[in-house]
């Protein structure tokens, strides 16, 4: 069974840095999948942020491309989420999640991590 | 850049009875590479993750019980619970993911038990 656990600091203050990591067990992050992070601000709908391949090729979502990081450690197979200059409307749960090579979705996610941007 | 549009953005059905739930989006989501509609609709029941439930608009999930289904193609699409559970309470997302890398969702529909 494929399991995904994020982890983080769930505070951070505003102009710092998000970093989450994102563990994979039941699969090997450098399979035929991609790795996404998914973002729900309270209430909202959810965001696509990017995603990798265990290659290093990474895609990003256009209006955070700016701001967003992802890589891969295959050794210890997981992948990581950083996002600079956060503020208030970085507030959000943040999820990881598979995406197999069978269709562009999301069949696996993790529980996701709430991060709040506050001072 | 694809809207994607769900409607309505809430509906409130009696147990047993059929829920409908609508997904519009702004460009055609068909791929002829794949001959498939790239478009996807995800459970998200309170306090958890979603979940996968269709994906080329009308493959159900392994594990997904049969009362769901999808339908649709080219820009309108329709997510179809035959005979209402309580555990369906939830809120359902459509997705393209016609125009990869940028996946989008919709704005999600709400749906309660009447």
């Known amino acids: 069974q494929v399991q995904l656990q994020e982890s983080g600091p769930g505070l951070v203050k505003p102009s710092g840095t998000l970093s989450l990591t994102c563990a994979v067990s039941?699969?090997?992050?450098?399979?035929?999948?991609?790795w996404s992070w998914v973002r729900q601000p309270p209430g909202k709908a959810l965001e696509w942020i990017g995603e990798i391949y265990h290659s290093g090729s990474t895609n990003y979502n256009p209006s955070l491309k700016s701001r967003v990081t992802i890589s891969v450690d295959k050794s210890n197979n997981h992948f990581s989420l950083k996002l600079t200059s956060v503020t208030a409307a970085d507030t959000a749960v943040y999820y990881c999640?598979?995406?197999?090579?069978?269709?562009?979705?999301?069949?696996?996610w993790g529980q996701g991590t709430l991060v709040t941007v506050s001072s | 850049d694809i809207v994607v549009t769900q409607s309505p953005d809430s509906l409130a059905v009696s147990l047993g009875e059929r829920a409908t739930i609508n997904c519009k989006s702004s460009q055609s989501v068909f791929s002829s590479s794949h001959n498939k509609n790239n478009l996807a609709w995800y459970q998200q029941r309170p306090g958890q993750p979603p979940k996968l439930l269709i994906y080329w608009a009308s493959t159900r999930e392994s594990g997904v019980p049969d009362r769901f289904s999808g339908s649709g193609s080219g820009t309108d699409f329709t997510l179809t619970i035959s005979s209402l559970q309580a555990e369906d309470v939830a809120v359902y997302y459509c997705?393209?993911?016609?125009?990869?890398?940028?996946?989008?969702f919709g704005q999600g529909t709400k749906l309660e038990i009447k």
């Open positions: 999640a598979r995406t197999p090579q069978r269709a562009s979705v999301h069949d696996y």
């Open positions: 039941g699969d090997s992050i450098s399979s035929s999948n991609w």
């Open positions: 997705q393209q993911y016609y125009s990869t890398p940028q996946y989008i």
